[in-house]
T-cell receptor, first 111, second 113 residues
Framework: QKEVEQDPGPLSVPEGAIVSLNCTYS??????FMWYRQYSRKGPELLMY????GNKEDGRFTAQVDKSSKYISLFIRDSQPSDSATYLC???????????FGKGTKLSVIP | GAVVSQHPSRVICKSGTSVKIECRSL??????MFWYRQFPKQSLMLMAT?????????EQGVEKDKFLINHASLTLSTLTVTSAHPEDSSFYIC?????????FGSGTQLSVL
């Protein structure tokens, strides 16, 4: 079993839809959780950073962490064509900057 | 967010030559930088951790003599792919840590002919 599992998609939604992206993990040592957006042939861009269970909201993005279930989610409200990208979840142990990434989910928002 | 600059964005070279990729933290000092490799439709795979003023720490399976890392200052780390071969063709990405977060460069697409 991989440490981090993420459905690679692809996921295609109409503009304005709510998008739900998810990752599961097996290592309870992970304490920091991140979501990155990566456009084709570009470096990942940090979207959300959380370290506790619960929800964190930033604009149209909401990150959700459930440590008891080892499950994290990213919700995108009112999705836009510009949101079309690959979304990577990433996790780190306490005191470490080394990230373990999911495979990424490719999202397409259709106008 | 913090800015990490990576150059070049794309390089094409002949087999057997060496290629240097630079990673700079533009508005902060980074004692630790990371180098990743990404194949098409795959996630980022950590290659090595670059520490300013000391030797890099390589992940299992990564040849340290092939992928030379130099972190000579608090704002610059370089990755040199020595004697490149076609199988080294990949997307290389650096990152730097700041305030418990990682910020990434824009990546370098290396194509070895």
């Amino acid at each position: 079993q991989k440490e981090v599992e993420q459905d690679p998609g692809p996921l295609s939604v109409p503009e304005g839809a709510i998008v739900s992206l998810n990752c599961t993990y097996s290592n309870s040592a992970f304490q920091y959780f991140m979501w990155y957006r990566q456009y084709s042939r570009k470096g990942p861009e940090l979207l959300m950073y959380t370290y506790s269970s619960g929800n964190k909201e930033d604009g149209r993005f909401t990150a959700q962490v459930d440590k008891s279930s080892k499950y994290i989610s990213l919700f995108i409200r009112d999705s836009q064509p510009s949101d079309s990208a690959t979304y990577l979840c990433a996790m780190a142990r306490a005191g470490s900057y080394q990230l373990t990434f999911g495979k990424g989910t490719k999202l397409s928002v259709i106008p | 967010g913090a800015v990490v600059s990576q150059h070049p964005s794309r390089v094409i070279c002949k087999s057997g030559t060496s290629v240097k990729i630079e990673c700079r933290s533009l508005d902060f000092q980074a004692t630790t930088m990371f180098w990743y490799r990404q194949f098409p439709k795959q996630s980022l795979m950590l290659m090595a951790t670059s520490n300013e003023g000391s030797k890099a720490t390589y992940e299992q399976g990564v040849e340290k003599d092939k992928f030379l890392i130099n972190h000579a200052s608090l704002t610059l780390s370089t990755l040199t792919v020595t004697s490149a071969h076609p199988e080294d063709s990949s997307f290389y990405i650096c990152s730097a840590s700041r305030d418990r977060q990682l910020f990434f460069g824009s990546g370098t697409q290396l194509s070895v002919l």
